[in-house]
């Protein structure tokens, strides 16, 4: 088998404010196999959304690696880190970030248009479809609800099959109902399209569907356990 | 600058064009209300392009028609001498003669009388064109001997009509027509000397035309088709100079005539060019604010895998459609205004113009707004560069470095200024003059971007917590985020600026016209009086109890020589740095014993004794003439008097005020110096009413119809009718200063709503009432159009300061009326412009707005 997806090492973020110098994140340090699940848990501010920017080329570490598929992050222009992105990587937020003057389906397009892929249209309306939205494709963000602009946004990120997907809080502004039907989809699309998931909660329940679980506290891993999924796949083998 | 360049490559990807159209959904009525902008400056700038173009041609058509011959020769005396009369009946061709002079019109029927401009006419001048009348047959009468033609106006301001008859001079005549248009000469020129013509043959032997008459006499040539006049003219120019003469063939003033509408236009591009500057500010600020509501869909498109090429070409792509839509939006609004054009012109122009489209013209109006859009749309585009991905998912997150830093900034200014440099330079031909402007634009842009910051940083300083709440608010919108103090402030501040300046220098010049010097100064000229006539013009002043201010003699003369040198000597030589016109003009000089009011002894000693009866007379010289003839104290110079040769010298050196009504003149001789020689006198007197001024002009012309009177009121009511056509077309142009200030104020209020709107709604939520939004509002739009037109009237006052004591020498006065009306008319309409943007803020909802514009 080939080496890990996504590589994290020593990482470290360090902001400046004036002269105070603000340590976020610390020497953090994992891996993560093609295909597998993981979530970063931890309070507010322990530098959650820190790590899932810098794993995903979002921004860069002070100190520290990230390889995604074996490539360093950075040491490439934000040009070079951007066609990675678009190539292999797949993003779900927390507040949906549909752009409001896209409709659902030319959202989803967006990843394979600026790939120059003709069949953007048909795989966006293939996807949408999978998440349940086939009626409304046409419908602008502002037409839509919560639960539908998030799968929209699921939708959008599985559309170029990415081979990881970071997810940030995705269901933080849900309803519990609708969160339930959101992690349906996500989940069901990353086993069908064997695309690695990292995901960004508070939600301990939902941390629990993941095969591994980091523990985040003050930017500082504390702990790296094995989620009910990967318990139950080992009790399932 | 390498994202530059492959965003400049994108632009090719038609996905770039589909995702700006998608982008631009939500937005297009704002971008183009940004695009319109540009519309009025585009649009000044082709009408100008046009209207020139078309001026081009027709001069370059009626080159003939405009002088009304090949060639005309002229002498600033009323008749010709022998030799003069020989050389040119020896030119052959086919001949016109006129005599140009003033004199009083009497109109018999109702006694009224004016100094007009008398041309006598004999030939069949024009050859090119016509002298238009109504009737038609008028012209014909004229040559025949049996009438005079009219101007117009004159005709409408003595009621008089075709049949009446009039008196010029000694002669008597009926009134075969009215002028309506002479060939080559402008409508205005009519209104400034009222034009009559008159027969020659019935002037020639009276006593219109005597020996130093003020008077021009010309001769019009057609030449046969083969000869080209000008090389004609020049193949004869040493006879030409010997006899003093002068000529003018078509092409010379095709070429004087073209230069003249050529500065014209590019005076009026000059001001043009200013709205399309403001403009370029409005786009500027549209597409800021545009570009701050799209921060996050860029970070979403990077978090996509969208390069910053890509993404800033999205962005630039509807930065050029907008700035496209507004240049042929323009460029379609010029060619309807090149219609307005020929009329707003006309006062102006020796030919009638007719609107015409040249592609040429509307091709670089679109190009010039399109260019200036795009640069002033780039600023604000520049920062997408340096937009995170990192933004969609922290949305607190800014990484935005100081404009101030990034170098593309600075490149763009640079651009900017360059540009205006070279535009300024090209336009005004004068390189010093185009620096100036430029410099003087940029300088106001920045001025007003300065005031800007400083109201903003006073604002934050004196707001106190004791205020009221409604005001501490309207204060604070001035320097919160997103304020929009700095874009209200530059384009009032401009728009005010530029208007205001206009007019005050209009109303400093009319004033510097009309101010009175001192109760002594005379406002009535009474002039070719001949010797034997002066004591009978006199005893009409004291009949009608009138002063007499001034009375002196005038001699006409020529120079014969130099400091030994004779004056074509002095032609002659290669090195003569004199110039033509001072060594060949007729002098009128007078003879007296003391300086007048106007005058200011700068050197030498007034009129000393001669000590011999036969050295040169001792005389004085105003200081510019004695400095173009390369004069100085004791340099020696003879006079010829009528073919008498009169030695001078210079004994003292005068500075004279040439503003003032008085008779002013280069040369003074001591009394008795100039006895026996023919002169002419002139009269200064002060009438107090205009019935006083006409009777006195009756009493005068009936006695004596030679004599002629200038009523100096009048005068000035002719200046300033002529002013105000001048200063209408400058504010013709200027109002597309205005225009675009007005359409910049509404793009700006439009993108400050959706910048105040979500304030408001909060305050609106939290239980503040309309009434005091209301006054929230009203407190900052009143504020910064108080401040801004105050700024601007503070810069007119400057450059009108500046203008004055630089370019027209004028004392600038002061106008607090028209300042006053200024901050009135701004502050009023920023109110109404900002209220009238923010109602539906104030009249729905605060949900139903926020669904509307969510």
């Known amino acids: 088998m080939a080496g890990p997806i996504l590589e994290v090492r020593n990482l470290t973020r360090v902001y400046s404010t004036g002269s105070e110098k603000l340590t976020v994140l610390k020497d953090v340090s994992f891996d993560l196999e093609a295909g597998a699940t993981c979530s970063i848990v931890g309070p507010s501010g322990s530098g959650k959304t820190t790590l899932l920017g810098l794993c995903a080329g979002l921004d860069l570490p002070t100190s520290g690696v990230v390889r995604i598929m074996g490539k360093e992050l950075g040491g490439m222009s934000e040009d070079e880190r951007a066609r990675i992105r678009n190539a292999v990587v797949g993003f779900v937020f927390q507040n949906f970030q549909l752009m409001p003057t896209l409709t659902a389906l030319e959202n989803v397009m967006v990843p394979l248009e600026l790939q120059g892929d003709r069949r953007a249209a048909a795989r966006g309306r293939e996807l949408l479809a999978q998440v349940g939205l086939s009626d409304r494709m046409g419908h602008y963000p502002a037409q839509l609800s919560g639960g539908e602009q998030q799968r929209v946004a699921i939708a959008r990120a599985f559309v170029n099959q990415p081979k990881i997907l970071f997810a940030d809080e995705p269901t933080g502004n849900l309803d519990a109902e609708t969160a339930e039907s959101v992690v349906e989809a996500l989940f069901n699309l990353n086993a069908s399209f064997g695309t690695a998931l990292v995901l960004v909660t508070h939600n301990l329940e939902l941390a629990q569907r993941t095969q591994r679980i980091l523990r985040l506290a003050r930017g500082i891993l504390i702990a790296a356990e094995e989620g009910r999924a990967a318990r139950q796949g080992a009790a399932g083998s | ?854």
């Open chain 2, 1 to 854: 600058m390498n994202a530059l360049l492959r965003a400049a490559g994108l632009l090719l990807r038609p996905w770039t064009w589909i995702m700006a159209w998608r982008d631009s959904r939500r937005s297009r009525r704002r971008l183009l209300l940004y695009g319109a902008s540009i519309v009025l400056g585009v649009a000044a700038l082709t009408a100008i392009a046009l209207a020139g173009r078309q001026m081009e041609d027709t001069v370059r058509e009626q080159s003939r028609s405009l002088l009304g011959a090949d060639l005309v020769v002229s002498t600033r005396d009323s008749r010709l001498t022998e030799q003069q009369e020989a050389f040119l009946n020896s030119l052959g061709g086919e001949q016109a003669r006129e005599v140009q002079f003033a004199s009083m019109v009497y109109f018999l029927k109702n006694d009224g009388t004016r100094l007009v401009q008398v041309r006598a006419l004999e030939g069949d001048f024009p050859f090119y064109g016509e002298l238009e009348t109504a009737p038609a047959d008028a012209v014909a009468k004229l040559r025949s001997g049996e009438g005079a033609l009219v101007e117009g106006h004159l005709m409408e301001l003595y009621e008089a009509r075709v049949g009446d008859l009039i008196k010029v001079g000694d002669i008597t005549l009926p009134i075969a027509g009215v002028l309506t248009r002479v060939p080559g000469e402008t409508m205005s020129f009519g209104t400034l000397a009222p034009r009559v013509y008159v027969p020659l043959k019935k002037v020639l032997g009276t006593r219109l035309l005597q020996e130093g008459s003020l008077a021009r006499y010309k001769v019009y040539f057609k030449l046969p088709a083969r000869v080209d006049a000008e090389e004609f003219a020049d193949a004869r120019r040493s006879e030409f100079r010997a006899l003093q003469l002068r000529y003018d063939s078509a092409e010379e003033r095709q070429r004087e005539l073209g230069q003249a509408l050529d500065n014209m236009m590019r005076f009026l591009n000059l001001i043009g060019f200013v709205a399309l500057l403001l403009g370029g500010v409005g786009v500027a600020s549209g597409v800021h604010v545009h570009m701050k509501q799209k921060l996050g869909t860029i970070a979403i498109l990077r978090c996509l895998g969208c390069s910053v090429g890509q993404s800033f070409a999205i962005y630039f792509a509807q930065a050029m459609a907008l700035g496209l839509m507004g240049a042929v939006a323009g460029a379609a609004l010029g060619v309807a205004v090149q219609f307005a054009l020929p009329s707003v012109l006309a006062d102006f122009l020796p030919f009638p113009l007719e609107a015409a489209v040249s592609w040429s013209g509307i091709w670089r109006g679109i190009w010039i707004g399109f260019l200036i859009c795009l640069l002033f749309a780039i600023l604000p585009l520049l920062p997408i560069r340096r937009i995170s991905p990192l933004a969609a998912i922290r949305t607190a997150f800014s990484r935005e470095a100081s404009p101030a830093r990034d170098p593309l900034v600075w490149l763009v200014y640079a651009v900017i200024l360059g540009g205006l440099l070279v535009f300024g330079i090209l336009q005004s031909r004068e390189w010093r003059h185009g620096v100036g402007y430029a410099l003087g634009i940029a300088g106001a842009f920045f001025l007003l971007a300065l005031v800007a910051w400083v109201v903003s940083r006073v604002a934050r300083w004196i707001v106190s917590a004791r205020w009221p709440f409604v005001l501490r608010q309207g204060l604070s919108n001035l320097y919160r985020p997103n304020n929009r103090t700095l874009l209200l402030m530059v384009s009032l501040g401009m728009g005010t600026f530029l208007v205001l300046t206009l007019y005050l220098v209009q109303l400093n010049l009319l004033g510097e016209l009309l101010r009175p010097k001192d109760e002594f100064e005379g406002n009535a000229v009474l002039f070719d009086i001949q010797t034997d006539q002066r004591e009978g013009v006199l005893a009409v002043l004291q009949s009608n109890q009138l002063p007499v201010i001034d009375d002196v003699p005038m001699i006409s003369m020529r120079l014969h020589s130099l400091k030994g040198r004779t004056v074509e000597e002095i032609r002659n030589d290669p090195h003569n740095r004199i110039r033509g016109w001072a060594l060949g003009r007729e002098y009128r000089s007078t003879s007296r014993p003391a300086l007048s009011r106007t005058e200011k002894l700068v050197a030498g000693e007034w009129h000393p004794p001669a000590r011999n009866p036969d050295d040169p007379i001792p005389i004085s010289a105003e200081v510019g003439i004695a400095e173009t003839l390369h004069l100085g104290i004791g340099d020696e110079l003879v006079f010829d008097v009528q073919g008498v040769p009169v030695p001078a010298r210079i004994a003292s050196l005068r500075e004279v005020d040439w503003r003032r009504l008085s008779p002013n003149f280069f040369f003074v001789f001591p009394p008795g110096s100039l006895e026996g020689a023919p002169a002419m006198h002139m009269v200064v007197t002060r009438v107090e009413s205009s019935e006083q001024s006409a009777r006195l002009q009756r009493d005068v012309v009936r006695l004596f119809p030679n004599v002629s009177a200038a009523d100096l009121t009048l005068v000035l009511q002719t200046i300033e009718s002529v002013l105000d056509k001048v200063s209408f077309v400058v504010r013709f142009m200027a109002l597309f200063t205005v225009g675009t200030g007005l359409l910049v104020l509404g793009g700006t209020i439009v993108s400050g709503r959706y910048q105040r709107l979500q304030e408001s709604i909060l305050l609106r939520t939290l239980g503040a009432t309309r009434r005091q939004v209301l006054q929230i509002l009203t407190a900052e739009y009143l504020l910064l159009g108080v401040l801004a037109a105050t700024t601007g009237i503070v810069f007119a006052l400057g450059a009108n300061w500046a203008l004055a004591k630089f370019v027209f020498d004028v004392k600038p006065g002061f106008y607090p009326a028209p300042l006053m009306v200024a901050v009135g008319a701004v502050a009023a309409l920023t109110l109404v412009f900002g209220l009238f943007g923010n109602r539906s803020i104030l009249k729905r909802p605060p949900l139903e707005v926020l669904r509307a514009e969510g």
